[in-house]
Nanobody, 124 residues
Framework: VQLQASGGGLVQAGGSLRLSCAAS????????MGWFRQNPGKEREFVAA????????YYVDSVKGRFTISRDNAKNTVYLQMNSLKPEDTAVYYC??????????????????WGQGTQVTVSS
């Protein structure tokens, strides 16, 4: 499984961005998909996850009400719509695929494949 993340950029506080993560190979609809973010010198942080068919979504408290994770299994793509962005959202964002559904969607350890990351910078 190869994951290609895109959509990052520079935006002012209060603005919006939509990240995309396209998967190639494998059966995308079998995977739990997650988004994580990381800043230099800090641990990678869980942001959001979505179940196989999109019926269940999960978010870290700091993004609830502002970010929305979704997926289009026909396009093998997962999205992260980010609204009302804050400077503290600045990070490299990574998408990840969990092939075997451990249930611990918040833990980076359960994800089997990772995208290359896309930089999101929010200016104040």
């Amino acid at each position: 499984v190869q994951l290609q993340a895109s959509g990052g950029g520079l935006v002012q506080a209060g603005g919006s961005l939509r990240l995309s993560c396209a998967a190639s190979e494998g059966t995308f609809s079998d995977y739990v998909m997650g988004w994580f973010r990381q800043n230099p010198g800090k641990e990678r942080e869980f942001v959001a996850a979505i179940s196989w068919r999109g019926g269940d979504t999960y978010y870290v408290d700091s993004v609830k009400g502002r970010f929305t994770i979704s997926r289009d299994n026909a396009k093998n793509t997962v999205y992260l719509q980010m609204n009302s962005l804050k400077p503290e959202d600045t990070a490299v964002y990574y998408c990840a695929a969990d092939l075997y559904y451990s249930g611990s969607y918040w833990s980076q350890d359960v994800y089997d494949y990772w995208g290359q990351g896309t930089q999101v910078t929010v200016s104040s």
